[in-house]
């Protein structure tokens, strides 16, 4: 590695040095810094120039642990310790482009010495120890093996639900209290563990909001449907990569803000911009725990804390709720069990979502095709269901209990619900001893064949209208009549006839065809309809994985360009005056580094150009400020009125 | 993934798989803490409760051991928050200790001063305690003892009882084991009893509860206030303690509504007891008639209410609960609990059918259908009198006479709810007839000729529901019963299910009518009944043999 510690080689700048580092380099560079990518920069001065500006360096300290910290503080601002700083810490800071090789040794960028603060008081060169526990590696992965079971077929429960009556969607976007609280008790978890679920399926685009009859509600969407039909393993890394990738916090629902006001599950806001990273934090240090070694129940969460501020000395307060929801959601996920990664979550943190559903469809219980029926007209499926058959259990009978296994019950609504969607009993007999792995109880047998006795016994239909007459020879006579067929006209009692056609269309047909009528009471009509399962749009939205593979390419381009722009400058002859705004930054910031003077030219108030010679100390918000020569002293000029900067001659 | 019996819902119901070969001793390491609901033929549902968690820990239990068993049987994971919320519940159990301090008397005290902080501010205990003694410790009024532990459990914070309790007045009891024995379960819930101090012992009827009574008291060897259902109940307690135990007639009393005898032994009925003349209770001084060192409450499911306030008054004394179910229909297992004890013993129903104790039952459903003059009037009757022309349908009555025909040899039960229609039926099969009015000499002489087999066919009402032994009883046919209670139904089978000579299977008929809230009801009984394990079968009347 051509590091910056190597004293051998030397750059006038950082853009001469970014110039000769190989592409491997620059796309580990981009991707620790991912907003200098966006858009891609032309070539490496711009690249060193927007690797300079304030924001930008802001959010690289940001990622820099404790003792990184402190080491370019040393190089910063202390003579006598900069050459104490270890060489890895040096590369590390080279590597991020804060620190550059310049011919007096590593030199940090100008603007990093005033964003970097006063220095840490008490500088630790190694990271806090965490608190562990050994806990056996099988006992941690089947906790976690759980909870994945138990977070995907909660939020097909909760969905499913939705499907048939969705809750309102909030003025202000989110759920409403009351339905969270449904929500919690149909899932038979706290409401903090129901909020989770709602937030992380709608961040895996499994649940939007929609207005299909006029109000808003939220409802699943159409890759919900997609979704179900995955295997529960891959069900499972969907939820769980839309987690680690939302700056949601579900952590947050519940909580009463600032002005009192409680904060409702989906509502907008509830988002903060370090939250993904936090969680790749917790994550990746557990990740480094040895097998057997999990974070210790009580004492754990507090010593990862303390570890998460070494590593991210910079960041608000706020983090260490960050660290402890990460904790505790992760295990609610089935992401983490009981403190440690287990094999998935560990995949699925190293970016490798499909090996992670492998891992885990590994150990998830396989589906069973049967039940144990019993007398009492319950029905236990020791372990998941196939779909299909879970599907059509959930149409003849009630569900009871659930869990690792699920409990339904028989009675006779549930049966007679099956008889209305077109079962018969024949059909019931059969599946039950299809399904039953022990001989169909007596008194289940008995309930289907007592309830399909009475089923249908009453009938129901459409009719616009009826005609009754106590003489029966009258309605006989009427529908052998020609001219009555469009009428709809028919006999379901020897003195009554419905008809299909409107009250008042039937009266005038009817005296046309000579018969005397009247109008008998108010006519009714009677509509049947089941509740339509209902589907919202899927919001756009790149699928996970995608992304990620996105990212990389993104990455890649980046330093291709950049690679083609520096081939273009150097393939042109030297031209030394740059011109556009943007060269002209790029020649700014790359003085301030190298300390070096300029001549810049000048729109002054007056519209008078004039060429100045300046030796520039910091750019920031569109002021340059620069030791001007012909003033001897501190001048501040406007960025946008420089229309030149070129190479001061002479001056070494 | 494992391959055990049992799985963990996330409702806190426990399935366990009867038919896996580890069934057994998983079923041996949850019984502790989990209270079995339902045991239908294949899979078992077992109950986590707080209650239950807590009578684990007042035998001995801990949370670890709850946690492993879990862990160890369990087929799939088991939920985290689970086992969070196990080891938190039980950790509730005994932080609070109720003991006597030397200086001060009965005193509460805690290990941990949040909580005791906290439920010293609770309102409705505030009245009951006294001086605050130190930082852990506060004097409590001593008649507020059960009234304390009671409010506590509300908490949630249950109180764990070692203020002990008093010798009472000696008397010398032994079992007399003459030509029986105890058996190994009777002898295991007295001896679990009397390590515990106060508790119930929960076993099914016909499993010898009053023999479990008599050997507490062979342990206590001091005088005992024994309070039961009803009359005939006593009589029959009285001539078991002479059969089986060292006493003699005249050391034991009856005190009911006919006789008022307080003897060394003395056994009472509720009812008595909970008689209001005025505004009072004037039978109260029983309680505090003799220094009674033991307090027998038999079918503690049924314990009325005001006995609950009585019992509140008599901590300081031995209480020994006796139960075929914790489960109340009022849902005050909680008190029952607090001011008797924690579940000391117990046996699922069908484990010691398999000992060979109790008869095994066949249970029959026959439906009737109505002819459609009878239905005519059902629809059109007003709600309230609706199950009364149902259940009394003279159609049930043909199919009496066809059961107790083909049962002619076997000792027969009818059992019905309404008088009209039991003197009906008792006219149609020339049986003798026992109802409320009956005068309970007249009772006592008929149950005894059914037992020596001199009569073989009897109606009953339902006073015999309750704790009448009838051994000999093959049959019962039932043609109503008030509404489908549990509690009824299983004193009804209790009556079948007492022992019987070379593993004869006991019927247990019920004749309902088809389509009517009659067979509404009865869908609970068959529910009951089939979540007990028993074989259920409907049939149509028809049909019928």
Redesign the interface.
């Known amino acids: 590695m051509c590091g910056v510690g190597e004293a051998s080689t030397t750059y006038r700048s950082l853009a001469e040095q970014l110039r000769g580092w190989p592409e491997g380099r620059l796309v580990a560079l981009l991707r620790a810094r991912p907003d200098l990518a966006t858009p891609a920069p032309s070539d490496s001065s711009a690249l060193a120039s927007r690797a300079a500006t304030r924001a930008s360096v802001l959010r690289a300290l940001d990622l820099l642990t404790q003792a990184e910290l402190a080491g370019l503080h040393a190089l910063a601002h202390d003579a006598e310790t900069r050459g104490d700083v270890p060489a890895a810490t040096v590369d590390r800071l080279g590597a991020l482009a804060l620190v550059w090789s310049a011919p007096g040794g590593p030199r940090p960028l100008s603007v990093v010495a005033d964003l970097l603060g006063p220095p840490p008081s008490t500088p630790t060169d190694s990271p806090p120890p965490l608190a562990t526990v050994e806990q056996p590696e099988d006992?941690t992965t089947?906790?976690?093996?759980?909870?994945a079971?138990?977070v995907v077929r909660r939020v097909e429960v909760l969905l499913d639900e939705w499907g048939r009556t969705p809750p309102g969607a909030l003025r202000s976007g989110g759920l409403g209290v009351r339905d969270l609280r449904a929500a919690a008790r149909l899932?038979?978890?706290?409401e903090p563990?129901a909020a989770l679920l709602v937030e992380v399926a709608a961040e895996a685009g499994l649940l939007a909001v929609a207005s299909p009859t006029g109000a808003e509600v939220w409802l699943p969407t159409g890759a919900y449907d997609e979704w179900c039909r995955l295997d529960p393993a891959h069900r499972w890394v969907e939820l769980a990569t839309a987690w680690l990738r939302t700056a949601r916090l579900p952590g947050l629902v519940g909580s009463k803000d600032a002005s009192g006001r409680t904060a409702n599950a989906l509502a907008p806001g509830l988002v903060d911009s370090h939250a993904v990273d936090s969680r790749a934090l917790v994550l990746g240090t557990l990740a480094e725990l040895p097998a057997g070694l999990a974070l210790a129940s009580g004492t754990g969460v507090p010593s990862l804390v303390a570890r998460a501020s070494w590593l991210r000395p910079r960041r608000p307060a706020t983090q260490e709720r960050l660290v402890g929801w990460a904790v505790s959601e992760a295990?609610e996920l089935g992401v983490l069990?009981?403190g440690a990664l287990p094999e998935a979550g560990r995949l699925l943190v190293a970016g490798e979502p499909a090996a992670a559903a492998a891992a885990l469809a590994a150990?998830?219980?396989a589906p069973l095709d049967h039940v144990?029926v019993?007398?009492?007209?319950?029905a236990?499926a020791?372990?998941p269901l196939l779909p299909d058959l879970a599907a059509r259990l959930h149409q003849v009978a009630d569900v009871e209990?659930?869990?690792?296994?699920t409990?339904f019950r028989f009675s006779s609504a549930s049966v007679r619900r099956a008889l209305d969607v077109g079962w018969s009993a024949a059909d019931l007999h059969e599946f039950l001893a299809s399904v039953s792995r022990?001989p169909v109880?007596?008194?289940l047998s008995?309930l289907v064949d007592d309830t399909a006795r009475?089923h249908g016994t009453l009938r129901l239909g459409w009719a616009e209208a009826f005609l009754r007459c106590a003489d029966e020879s009258v309605l006989t006579a009427l529908l052998s009549h020609r001219g009555v067929e469009h009428l709809g006209l028919r006999l379901i009692a020897p003195t009554v006839v419905v008809s299909t056609t409107p009250v008042d269309e039937l009266l005038t047909a009817l005296r046309e065809l000579g018969a005397a009528p009247v109008v008998e009471g108010p006519d009714g009509t009677v509509h049947l309809a089941a509740a339509p399962v209902r589907r919202a749009r899927t919001p756009r939205r790149a699928a996970p994985g995608r992304d990620a593979a996105r990212d990389a390419a993104a990455v890649t381009a980046a330093a291709a360009s950049i690679r083609a722009g520096d081939r273009a400058a150097a393939n042109r002859p030297p031209q030394l005056v740059a011109s556009t705004p943007a060269d002209a930054l790029a020649a700014l910031r790359q003085a301030i580094e190298a300390g070096t003077t300029v001549v810049v030219g000048y729109v002054d108030n007056h519209g008078v150009t004039s060429e100045r010679v300046i030796e520039p100390r910091t750019v920031d918000g569109g002021q340059v400020t620069a030791y001007d020569h012909r003033v001897q002293d501190l001048r501040g000029l406007a960025v946008h009125r420089i229309t030149s900067v070129r190479p001061a001659s002479g001056r070494s | 993934m494992t391959d055990g019996p049992l799985i963990v819902q996330s409702d806190k119901t426990l399935l366990l798989e009867v038919d896996h070969p580890r069934a057994a001793a998983c079923r041996l390491a949850i019984a502790p803490f989990a209270e079995l609901e339902r045991s239908p033929e294949h899979v078992h549902t077992y109950r986590l409760t707080p209650l239950g968690l807590w009578n684990a820990r007042a035998a001995g239990h801990d949370a670890e051991q709850v946690v492993d068993a879990l862990l160890e049987h369990s087929r799939y994971p088991v939920p985290h928050a689970l086992l969070v919320d196990v080891a938190e519940t039980m950790s509730r159990y005994g932080r609070l200790r109720l003991h006597k301090h030397p200086a001060h008397g009965l005193v509460l005290s805690s290990t941990d001063r949040p909580v005791l902080e906290e439920v010293l501010r609770a309102k409705r205990i505030k009245g009951m305690l006294g001086e605050r003694i130190d930082d852990d410790t506060v004097a409590v009024h001593p008649s507020e003892r059960g009234n304390l532990k009671q409010a506590l459990l509300k908490l949630g914070w249950p109180a764990e009882d070692w203020a002990g309790h008093v010798d009472g007045e000696a008397h010398p009891i032994d079992l007399d084991e003459d030509g029986w024995q105890l058996r190994s379960y009777q002898r295991e819930a007295a001896e679990a009893f009397w390590h515990g101090g106060s508790g119930v012992v929960v076993l099914p009827c016909g499993a010898g509860k009053t023999i479990v009574g008599a050997a507490a008291m062979g342990r206590a060897r001091a005088t005992t206030l024994i309070l039961v259902t009803n009359t005939v109940s006593a009589r029959q307690w009285k001539d078991e303690l002479v059969r089986r135990t060292s006493l003699t007639p005249a050391e034991i009393g009856e005190y009911s509504g006919a006789v008022k005898e307080i003897r060394p032994v003395t056994i009472a009925t509720y009812q008595v007891l909970t008689t209001k003349r005025k505004g009072v209770h004037p039978h109260l001084e029983l309680l505090d008639a003799r220094d009674w060192g033991l307090i027998v409450y038999d079918e503690v499911h049924l314990l009325p209410a005001p006995i609950f306030r009585m019992t509140a008054d008599l901590q300081a004394r031995r209480r020994l609960g006796l139960t075929a179910t914790l489960v109340r229909e009022d849902g005050r297992e909680g008190d029952v609990f607090s001011l008797i004890g924690p579940k000391r013993y117990d046996a699922p129903w069908k484990d010691i059918e398999a000992q060979g104790w109790i008869a095994p039952a066949d249970c029959v459903e026959v439906r009737v259908s109505l002819p459609s003059a009878e239905r005519l009037a059902y629809a059109t009757a007003e709600p309230e009198e609706r199950y009364r022309l149902a259940a009394c349908t003279p159609h049930k009555t043909d199919v009496v006479r066809r059961l107790v025909k083909t049962h002619v040899d076997q000792p027969t039960l009818v059992i019905g709810q309404y008088i009209d229609q039991l003197d009906e039926l008792a006219a149609e099969l020339d049986a003798p007839v026992i109802k409320g009015d009956t005068p309970v000499k007249e009772r006592q002489r008929l149950f005894d000729a059914f037992r020596s087999g001199e009569v073989g066919l009897l109606v009953v009402s339902k006073v015999a529901n309750f704790s009448i032994d009838l051994p000999s009883a093959e049959v019962a046919i039932q043609v109503s019963g008030s509404f489908g209670s549990r509690q009824e139904e299983a004193q009804r089978l209790g009556r079948l299910l007492r022992p019987k000579a070379e593993g004869k299977t006991a019927h247990f008929y019920t004749i309902v009518s088809r389509d009517t809230v009659d067979a509404d009801f009865a869908q609970n009984r068959q529910r009951f009944l089939a979540e007990q394990g028993y074989a259920y079968r409907i049939v149509d009347a028809d049909d019928l043999a």
Do not use: H, I, K, N
Not at chain 1, 374 to 378: G, H, N, R, V, Y
Not at chain 1, 401 to 405: F, K, L
């Open positions: 006992r089947r906790t976690a093996v759980g909870a079971f138990d899932l038979q978890v706290e563990v295990t069990g009981l150990l998830l219980p144990l019993q007398a009492d007209l319950t236990v020791p372990g209990s659930r869990g690792g296994a409990v022990t109880p007596q008194p008995y009475t």
